[in-house]
């Protein structure tokens, strides 16, 4: 017989027991598992997110944090993250779950390939709080995805950082096109969870960001573009703190120049962050005169945390109004925690330091009564939770016929017959099969973009060398036959001066590619056989860059991707061009100062995939890891320049997508061989140089190193 556990340990007990799950609300049934018949693929690349494997955890504020004590909440499946912890009275939708709750929880899940808002309620069947656990009892986990039935759902979306209050719930949404290339689909809603009734809380024309309700539920505070929009801001987004009436977005008045992530103390205290003067990233308070009198000049601001350390996505304590919880970045290390600080003593206390040193920690929430601290971190392998392991995620397509897959790797690219995938996974060049089966190292070095010989079995092209490089340096293509045992590869240019991005021709006699041998990145095309010595003649000529060329299933054009319009400026539109080198027009003109690469065809040829930066950046970047264009989204348009599309809706950096000739089953596929977990980076621009031992501020490092 087991001995009986005493009460005290039952955190301990928490990790020796699966959770019982019951999901309330199913699902629509997956439509269709074969697929439709004449479909195609597309499969794109996120920087890092493969890897995240994110769960949230929660520790108590009281006691000093212990890995004992840390609790993991969610269910160990998919990326859960931006926790919440309602009110245990706030909502109707509470009441259906048992007196004896530990924990509620709402945050967002990617779980079946869409972003989606759920309520976890963990408890145990027990009537009877006084009598002893057995510990053979298991807790119950309540599931329910909170939107289900309200219209939005037909349209894919990304949400964000939900609340409940009330019967509502607050979050962000990007079901509905801002309409202006370069402008957010990132808007604040609330929808009744009763009835699925949902409200626009962000006016038409604007986008609003990291919405906080306040204790009362009366007001909603948000980080806004307000009218001047995004202007290709990475680091620090230009936001503003509004303030409006929950119950219909009125009253909506600025209350905060410049900041981001708003959190309510009480009824007329905001906790905001933004990157100080001195470089450093700061919380800051904001004390709201009587609410209805508001207005930018009324409200007295306050730096709160000290420079000499970054602090940054606050969340204040409404029960106990003592202290707030931060993610900080401190010199000595290189990993973002959570700690809790006392704003009268102005001390900081360590939450997630002392339980997992090497980890990164995200986005702090206080239970109601102050008890709680929650956070989300990668679960890695020793956690309880189970890897995300997955070669090709399926992600739920907005096109019925259109299976959409992030791949755990870059510059993927299709075989011929679409049985296979080549991609990149720095440094190596890998080939697999589509079922995720037979995995192969093909070539070891650095390496960037893949694509097949279209009549040559198992020739892959690809360039050999750093990427974004400049003009000289040594970049060369090869031809690797992927069939043959000795991987003997071919190199195809001689120069050594940028020569990248392959692309055969249909007959498979002919290879396009950009090279900077002129001393500008421009357009060449060679025998893909016998590469330059064969023969080679130039596209395009001008001083500006042409790159990441792609050939046209029947023969007939070549799109590219090109800063023409601003040489030199990062702003790319996409062009297209007969081979001959007629009939040279542009395809997506992206906005101003816009983002549009990595164009690659349809199988039919029709219609054209890329990254794009057309619908800007839907969170605040310091709320994720590291991307470098939290931006990218991926988009389909029709050759003929018409019907723009977004296919992905996230806060995440998608790009180098490729598009295959058949339709894969819009299902996971595993990863072969585990690959290491958590091996993400936090954003860059929070590294903190020393020179010599002497602080140089935070600002040394990022500027000297990756200054525009
Ligand atoms: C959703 O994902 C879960 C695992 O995360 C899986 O068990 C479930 O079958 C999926 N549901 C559908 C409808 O695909
Ligand atoms: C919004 O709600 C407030 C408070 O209930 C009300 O006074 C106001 O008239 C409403 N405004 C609109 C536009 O519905
Ligand atoms: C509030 O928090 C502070 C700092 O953690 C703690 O010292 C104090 O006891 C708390 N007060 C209450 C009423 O819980
Ligand atoms: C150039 O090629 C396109 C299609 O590939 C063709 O329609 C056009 O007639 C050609 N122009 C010349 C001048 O050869």
């Known amino acids: 017989m087991r001995p009986?556990?005493?009460?005290?340990?039952?955190?301990?007990?928490?990790?020796?027991?699966?959770?019982?799950?019951?999901i309330l609300t199913l699902y629509p049934a997956a439509a269709d598992h074969e697929g439709p018949s004449s479909g195609t693929s597309i499969v794109f690349a996120t920087t890092g997110r493969s890897?995240?494997?994110?769960?949230i955890y929660t520790v108590p504020t009281v006691d000093p944090p212990t890995n004992a004590n840390e609790l993991r909440i969610t269910d160990g499946h998919s990326v859960n993250f931006n926790g919440h912890f309602p009110s245990p009275t706030s909502s109707s939708i509470l009441s259906?779950?048992?007196?004896?709750?530990?924990?509620?929880?709402?945050?967002?899940?990617?779980?079946?390939?869409?972003?989606?808002?759920?309520?976890?309620?963990?408890?145990?069947?027990?009537?009877?709080?006084?009598?002893?656990?057995?510990?053979?009892?298991?807790?119950?986990?309540?599931?329910?995805?909170?939107?289900?039935?309200?219209?939005?759902?037909?349209?894919?979306?990304?949400?964000d950082r939900p609340s409940l209050v009330g019967e509502y719930l607050v979050y962000v949404s990007t079901h509905e096109d801002s309409g202006v290339p370069r402008t957010s689909w990132a808007a604040v809603y609330s929808t009744q969870l009763e009835t699925g009734l949902t409200r626009r809380l962000t006016p038409y024309g604007v986008a609003d960001l990291s919405p906080a309700v306040s204790p009362s539920g009366v007001w909603t505070a948000v980080a806004s573009f307000g009218e001047r929009g995004w202007s290709g801001e990475v680091e620090e987004l230009s936001t503003d703190i509004y303030v409006f009436l929950t119950r219909n977005g009125s009253n909506r008045v600025k209350v905060v120049e410049h900041g981001g992530w708003p959190s309510w103390a009480d009824e007329s205290t905001l906790y905001f962050h933004r990157r100080s003067d001195d470089g450093w990233w700061s919380v800051y308070r904001a004390i709201l005169p009587e609410i209805g009198a508001v207005s930018v000049g009324t409200v007295v601001i306050?730096?709160?945390?000290?420079?000499?350390?970054?602090?940054?996505?606050p969340a204040a304590s409404t029960a106990n109004r003592s202290f707030i919880a931060v993610a900080?970045?401190?010199?000595?290390?290189?990993?973002?925690?959570?700690?809790?600080?006392?704003?009268?003593?102005?001390?900081?206390?360590?939450?997630?330091?002392?339980?997992?040193?090497?980890?990164?920690?995200?986005?702090?929430?206080?239970?109601?009564?102050?008890?709680?601290?929650?956070?989300?971190?990668?679960?890695?392998?020793?956690?309880?939770?189970?890897?995300?392991?997955?070669?090709l995620e399926n992600i739920q397509?907005?096109?019925?016929?259109?299976?959409?897959?992030?791949?755990?790797?870059?510059?993927?690219?299709?075989?011929?017959?679409?049985?296979?995938?080549?991609?990149?996974?720095?440094?190596?060049?890998y080939v697999v099969n589509r079922d995720g089966s037979n995995r192969r190292e093909v070539f070891t070095g650095t390496a960037f973009s893949s694509g097949w010989d279209p009549k040559r079995k198992g020739v892959v092209y690809t360039a050999v060398g750093p990427i974004f490089a400049t003009e000289s340096t040594k970049v060369d293509i090869i031809s690797i036959n992927v069939d043959d045992d000795k991987l003997g590869y071919k190199k195809l240019t001689t120069g050594g001066e940028n020569n990248a991005f392959p692309s055969a021709s249909p007959d498979g006699k002919l290879l396009v590619f950009r090279s900077g041998r002129s001393g500008h990145k421009n357009l060449y095309i060679m025998d893909a056989v016998d590469g330059e010595m064969g023969g080679i003649h130039r596209l395009t000529e001008g001083p500006w860059t042409d790159t990441m060329c792609n050939w046209s299933p029947d023969g007939d054009w070549i799109v590219f991707a090109s800063d023409?319009?601003?040489?030199?400026?990062?702003?790319?539109?996409?062009?297209?061009?007969?081979?001959?080198?007629t009939g040279l027009r542009q395809l997506v003109q992206s906005g101003s100062a816009g983002r549009t690469n990595h164009p690659w065809f349809s199988p039919d040829g029709k219609t054209i995939v890329f990254t794009s930066d057309y619908s800007a950046v839907s969170a605040e970047p310091i709320s994720n890891p590291h991307h470098y264009g939290p931006y990218g989204d991926i988009f389909t348009i029709r050759s003929d320049g018409s019907e723009i599309r977004r296919m992905t809706h996230n806060a995440y950096e998608d790009g180098t997508p490729t598009w295959g000739p058949t339709y894969m089953r819009a299902v996971d596929v595993e990863r072969p061989n585990d690959g290491p977990q958590c091996s993400f980076e936090d954003c860059h621009w929070l590294k903190i140089s020393r020179n010599q031992g002497v602080e140089v501020g935070p600002l040394g490092f990022t500027e000297a190193q990756c200054g525009r």
């Open 96 to 159: 259906i779950i048992p007196n004896q709750t530990l924990i509620n929880l709402i945050y967002v899940t990617e779980r079946n390939g869409s972003s989606n808002i759920y309520l976890d309620a963990i408890y145990y069947d027990s009537p009877d709080h006084t009598r002893r656990r057995s510990a053979l009892q298991v807790p119950i986990r309540v599931q329910i995805p909170l939107l289900g039935s309200e219209p939005s759902i037909g349209r894919i979306s990304m949400k």
């Open 328 to 391: 900080t970045r401190r010199p000595d290390s290189e990993f973002r925690h959570i700690e809790l600080f006392d704003v009268d003593s102005n001390e900081f206390r360590y939450v997630t330091r002392p339980i997992a040193p090497q980890n990164h920690h995200f986005n702090p929430f206080i239970s109601p009564d102050s008890t709680r601290v929650g956070y989300h971190k990668c679960r890695g392998d020793s956690n309880g939770g189970k890897p995300e392991n997955l070669l």
């Open 302 to 313: 306050q730096r709160v945390t000290p420079p000499g350390l970054h602090v940054f996505t």
């Open 51 to 55: 890897r995240y494997a994110f769960d």
């Open 564 to 581: 023409r319009e601003n040489p030199g400026s990062g702003s790319f539109e996409l062009y297209m061009i007969h081979p001959n080198g």
């Open 4 to 22: 009986q556990k005493p009460l005290c340990s039952f955190f301990f007990f928490f990790f020796f027991f699966f959770f019982f799950s019951l």
């Open 397 to 429: 397509s907005p096109v019925p016929d259109i299976s959409l897959f992030r791949v755990d790797g870059s510059f993927p690219s299709f075989s011929p017959e679409g049985d296979r995938i080549a991609y990149v996974s720095f440094p190596g060049l």
